[in-house]
């Protein structure tokens, strides 16, 4: 996986782990692959419960109140996961940066590519631009890459959900009225 100027990919990545957590070592590497990243060689058993701690972490970033906590504590991430960055043209992939030493696992790679292209992510398109579902009972995260940048829910289906039901709760209710 390349880090595009937005960092796009690492940060949906991100919300895919986040969202919805993987359950083992395999499923992990599974899916990293699937987004692009080059694992090779097995993944450390320790690397499932060290991707899950790097997860709540940024999970603070996305819940953080306002630009400045959030920068703060992503701060805090890239100086955890993130070294000086090296051109590398590893796998044939052509020449790209990475912010991290050679040959980490994978729970550092990620560590170094989540925190980075997240910082990518919301220098280049705003540091409003990662938040949750706006339906109360849904709580999952979104990225907003929208043109606007006015992303509230996750989904259509809960913008959906939502426009009915401020739609009901505008009209009268229905029946007679009971004296
Ligand atoms: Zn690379
Ligand atoms: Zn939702």
Known sequence: MHLNPYGEDAV???????????ATVREL???????????DGPVPQADLARTLALLDTWEG?????????????????????ASHPRLTDHSDGGWHLHYRDDHQPLAAVLSSLISVGTAFHLVGR???????????????????????GRQRYCSQRCANRDAVRRHRSTRPAAGPVST
């Open 12 to 22: 949906k990545l991100a919300v895919d782990l986040s969202n919805q957590r993987p």
């Open 29 to 39: 590497s599974d899916r990293c692959r699937a987004a692009g990243l080059v694992v």
């Open 61 to 81: 970033v996305v819940d953080a109140a306002d630009g400045r906590e959030r920068a703060e504590l992503l701060n805090q991430m890239l100086a955890a996961g």
């Open 126 to 148: 705003g540091m409003h631009r990662l938040g949750r579902c706006a339906v109360a009972e849904c709580t999952t995260i979104y990225a907003d890459t929208t043109r606007t």
